[in-house]
């Protein structure tokens, strides 16, 4: 259990040390830009979740509530990626209120805990991509999961949306 905790923040580490890069200016997607699920690429990441968490020897499983979780609190996510990206900070501040609105109202007082993992454009979604940026995450993450006091993850769900500057993927991971 460890192990998958230690996963999980550095997925959120990862998470966080990408915004950090990404918000470097550049066009944001319109508002108008639908946001379309990858399903093969979401397929993928979630075996590749359950693999990397068994390497942590963690028994990691996919759950359809958290990913519909995950699907509605996606384009709050994209804007707020977008919003980061063009480096606006006051639609960072409403994008952030609307992910929050978005999770909240998903979450239904449940204790979950929203991981997003952004990758540049030009960066293959791999296994091993994933994985580095769960490695590189791991701090941020464990905090995540602890304000929303999931102390033994075992279940996400996951979506996953290719924008033009990025490609998006939203956990949603509980006990």
Known sequence: MKKMKRLVAVLLAGIMALAMLTACGGTPS?????VTRDNALEKSVAEWTVELGKGAKLELTEDATLTAMSDKCLPAGVKLWDAMIAGDQKAIFAAQND????????????????????????????????AQAVQ????????ILNKAGVKNPTKFGVTVTKQDQYTLVLFMVSE
């Open 30 to 34: 319109t508002p108008s830009t639908p």
């Open 99 to 130: 992910m929050r609105e978005a999770f909240t109202a998903a979450a239904n007082g449940k204790k979950v805990a929203p991981v997003d993992v952004m990758i540049p454009k030009g960066t293959e979604v791999t296994k091993q991509v994933l």
């Open 136 to 143: 590189n995450g791991m701090g941020d993450i464990q905090n």
